[in-house]
């Protein structure tokens, strides 16, 4: 198997490393600002740090599924390629979310087009092996 089929695999440990990080921030603003569990509300700064990881979660949901369908039915190159900009999004989203909530847009467009295109091509690719 060629190097750059692994490529998907390697962006889908730096995706989840992006949440695990933002896991980690939320927790530490958990216990920074003694917001216990099972409270999702307290302090601004943890609320901040709770809705990154929340939203990195959500978008996980919809881009690894489409990394590896773009990737396997597409190429997995050009998948590796656009999953690497989602997670480059993902990090100046978070980055911007946790400097000032209004600072989150240009990461979360560049990660939601990353993701939008992902899935296009791999609606395109299931239905294009379906039908040939």
């Known amino acids: 198997m060629p190097m ?72 997995p190159l050009i998948g590796a390629a656009l999953g690497l900009v989602f997670v480059i999004g993902r990090v100046i989203y978070s980055i911007g979310y946790y400097t000032a909530p209004e600072k989150r847009s240009t990461g979360f467009l560049i990660a939601g087009i990353s993701t939008g295109i992902l899935l296009i091509g791999a609606t395109v690719g299931v239905v294009r092996t379906i039908m040939f």
């Open 4 to 75: 750059f089929e692994r490529l998907p695999a390697l962006i889908t440990i730096l995706a989840l490393l992006v949440y695990v990080w933002n896991f980690a921030m939320a927790g530490r603003a958990r216990e920074k600002f003694g917001v216990k569990a099972p409270a999702m509300t307290g302090h601004p700064l943890f609320e901040c740090r709770l809705r990154v990881q929340q939203n990195m979660l959500e978008q996980l949901i919809v881009f690894l599924p489409a990394l590896w369908l773009f990737s396997l039915t597409i190429s």
